[in-house]
């Protein structure tokens, strides 16, 4: 099998984003695209030679192919062995936990997340350090940088490996080891949870339904929950995975995933149902009559996580991005432990938990995660509820009611507002970072403002100072807003806007959310002038 080194020059707008390199599938397709990238990690990494790294992803279009290319570059630059999923699948969480337990040089994870799949929707490419976690700016600076500089990459000539039997292969000097992409997760939940407690709640008929959403946690969840925990066959939707997912997004939210809040929401209402994203990080929690939001999951998870063993001797402290809403600061105030804000993205996580800083992380995003890897992972929170439930015997709903009762409730909603002029909307920030210093004491819809700010975050682990990391307004009485742009939209700029509230009057704990935060919305509005600077009247998503 023969090297060759292949001339190529800089392509532009390789930067990596809030989670990895996000372009359009045929953009990655493109002549160099995926080799210029997969040469820069490798660059910013010093290398491959004699190295071990972990691929997979999350089986949307394209990624048995780019698959493929990276072995066989990986094999060019002298990598001593790549460690690949069967079907060069593995999920984002699993990815992580098989960089960490096999102490590999880090991984390669093929995914766009929650984005849509297919030939003409999106592809990623994200690198992991040897944390498991995402790589962090330092990193990503490097591989940009190394982008903008390239000349050639080496790749080896050589046919596609079949990659479908778990077993070891050699390419070059390389050896590429398929694995089970299942088995060392489902064995790490175990390690973690009471099986046999959930069991026997399943086992007393206790109902489930799991929406795989077409996407990677399909195999994850049928081995594990229908597998070892017995709930009945089809406790698993949408469990197989497909390159486009099925024609629809991978994303576990009240709009994506309707189909489960209509389900909950009616005569057959399962007790619990949960949803996954294309890569098996994010997770949306449901029960009878009720859809959790990730915020207030978050909060119920660190208040009750003792009930799991993995989590039997305590929580170290907690961490939220900062538009998360702030329940969980209630729970860490109550618990006597810290509680951390972080700029948006699972990666600004790292530090706080190698440090063992935290035990749980969440972001309003949809994801829940903890020290067990260094990713959000869904079915870990999907688990982890289960567990509770068992230990508590309560509903999902009558688990809400307990804990809003306990700890009050932070009303919380966001509205995006998405292929949003990208200059408009720059300006429109700009035009309000201008204002902050005026803002309070100025009162809009009837709240009086408190507190505005740019938020930035120094690592408490490293000092890293990141800054512009979104516009926090704070309202006397514990509303809050935040705006800011999205770091991983693929068209224009999606404007996000976090609305909360908190409401502590045990008669008012059960209101619907836009009725309680009516004003605070008009607010968002008024202070902002997102209609007058977008043209935009509605948001186009709600969540
Ligand atoms: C990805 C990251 C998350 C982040 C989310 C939202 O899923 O892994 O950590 O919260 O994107 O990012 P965005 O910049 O689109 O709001
Ligand atoms: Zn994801």
């Not at 909060?299 to 702030?326: E, F, H, K, Q």
């Not at 729970?331 to 509680?339: M, S």
């Not at 807003?481 to 976090?498: E, F, K, M, P, Q």
């Amino acid at each position: 099998m023969q090297k060759i080194t292949v001339e190529t020059t800089p392509i532009e707008g390789q930067k990596p984003g809030t989670s990895g390199l996000r372009k359009k599938t045929p953009v990655f397709m493109g002549p160099h695209y995926l080799e210029n990238f997969v040469q820069s990690i490798f660059t910013a990494i010093g290398g491959v030679a004699g190295k071990t790294l972990v691929l997979g992803g999350d089986g949307r279009y394209f990624n048995d192919r780019a698959a493929q290319v990276i072995l066989r570059m990986a094999a060019a630059g002298g990598a001593a062995r790549i460690i690949v999923g069967q079907g060069a699948l593995l999920s984002t969480p699993a990815a992580s936990n098989l960089i960490r337990k096999r102490g590999t040089d880090g991984g390669i994870i093929l995914s766009a997340s929650h984005n849509p799949g297919g030939p003409d929707e999106d592809f990623g490419v994200k690198f992991n350090t040897p944390n498991g976690g995402p790589a962090p700016e330092e990193v990503t600076n490097r591989i940009f940088e190394a982008t903008r500089t390239i000349a050639s990459y080496d790749i080896l000539e050589a046919q596609d490996l079949d990659l479908s039997v778990p077993g070891e292969i050699k390419l070059g000097e390389t050896v590429v080891e398929v694995v089970d992409p299942v088995a060392d997760y489902a064995e790490l939940m175990e390690s973690l949870f009471d099986f046999d407690a959930i069991r026997g709640l399943i086992a007393g008929g206790f109902t489930l339904c799991f929406d795989a959403m077409h996407a990677v946690t399909g195999p994850y969840a049928k081995a594990i929950l229908e597998g070892a925990l017995g709930a009945p066959e089809g406790s698993v939707i949408n469990a197989l995975p497909s390159p486009d997912f099925g024609g629809g997004h991978p994303d576990p939210n009240p709009i994506w995933a309707k189909p489960l809040v209509d389900l909950v929401m009616g005569p057959d209402a399962p007790d619990f149902a949960a949803a996954s994203d294309g890569d098996g990080d994010r997770n949306m929690i449901l029960g009878r009559g009720i859809v959790v939001t990730p915020s207030d999951s978050l909060a119920v998870l660190a208040a009750n996580a003792a009930l799991a063993p993995g989590y039997a001797r305590g929580l170290s402290g907690v961490a939220r991005s900062m538009p998360t809403s702030r329940a969980v600061d209630r729970v860490a105030e109550a618990l006597g432990i810290d509680c951390y804000e972080t700029p948006t993205g699972w990666k600004f996580f790292g530090n706080l938990l190698d440090a063992g800083r935290a035990t749980l992380c969440g972001e309003e995003s949809a994801g829940t995660g903890s020290d067990h890897v260094r990713e959000k992972d869904g079915l870990w929170a999907v688990l982890l509820w289960l567990n509770v439930l068992a230990g508590t015997g309560l509903s999902v709903a009558d688990t809400m009611r307990a804990h809003w009762r306990a700890y009050g409730r932070n009303y919380y909603t966001r509205h995006d507002y998405e292929a949003v002029d990208k200059d408009k909307a720059e300006a429109m920030l700009e035009a309000l970072r201008g204002r902050l210093g005026d803002l309070p004491g100025q009162s809009f819809a009837g709240r009086r403002i408190e507190m505005s700010d740019e938020f930035a975050y120094d690592d408490p682990v490293d000092g890293a100072r990141s800054t512009g990391q979104g516009i926090r307004i704070h309202f006397e009485g514990g509303a809050r807003i935040v705006y800011r742009l999205s770091g991983t939209g693929t068209v224009g700029a999606t404007l996000r806007v976090y609305l909360e509230d908190f409401v502590d009057d045990p008669a008012r704990l059960e209101l619907p959310v836009e009725e309680v935060l009516a004003d605070v919305i008009s607010a968002a509005d008024e202070i902002a002038g997102i209609r007058a600077r977008t043209g935009r009247s509605e948001p186009d998503v709600r969540t």
